[in-house]
């Protein structure tokens, strides 16, 4: 069993052509995009996908007593955006560099915006958020990475490159 939460109508709307191209079918009769089904449950909408196949719609609050085991995957259009356009970008920014075009920005800031993490067009954490499906895990690694070598390495640098996580971490869970 799959849970996708939904949090706005873009996001449903995405998800439920998705997975019609998938080929799922519906516990209701009518296609939950033939009507405004997301003006349900709004910000709380989950779509339930179990056996591949069949599909329902419910509330975060239902999922999270009913199914406590499941993890509730949170769905995003713009991830799957996100990432088409970087792969688009990365061919390009190939392209490029073969002709002896160069990309590079002059950029100082170390922490907050480093400009080798820019290469492409594309923040390379926006894209590790829209691929890395547990980030939080992928945060405190490197937070504890950056507070564990910060007396042998880059000193105060990577104290605010773990601080610098942290505040994006933060960030990321007050948005779910």
């Given at each position: 069993m799959k849970?996708?939460?939904?949090?706005?109508?873009?996001n449903y709307d995405a998800l439920m052509v998705e997975l019609e191209k998938e080929g799922?079918?519906?516990?209701a009769k009518e296609k939950p995009t033939e009507y405004n089904?997301?003006?349900?449950?709004k910000k709380n909408t989950v779509v339930t996908k179990e056996f591949n196949v069949f599909l329902g719609r419910t509330s975060k609050g239902y999922c999270k007593r009913v199914y406590p085991d499941v993890p509730i995957e949170k769905y995003k259009v713009k991830q799957d955006e996100v990432a088409k356009w970087f792969d688009g970008?990365?061919?390009a920014m190939k392209a490029f560099s073969s002709n002896g075009v160069s990309m590079k920005k002059q950029n100082t800031d170390n922490v907050n915006n480093p400009s080798h993490y820019t290469a492409g067009g594309i923040e390379t954490l926006d894209y590790i958020k829209a691929k890395v499906s547990d980030y939080p895990s992928y945060a405190v690694g490197n937070i504890l990475k950056y507070v564990s070598r910060y007396e042998h390495k880059n000193g105060i640098e990577d104290l605010k490159k773990a601080q610098f996580y942290l505040n994006n971490l933060i960030e990321w869970m007050e948005s779910d």
């Open positions: 849970l996708y939460h939904v949090e706005t109508q873009e799922c079918l519906w516990v089904c997301w003006d349900i449950f970008a990365t061919n």
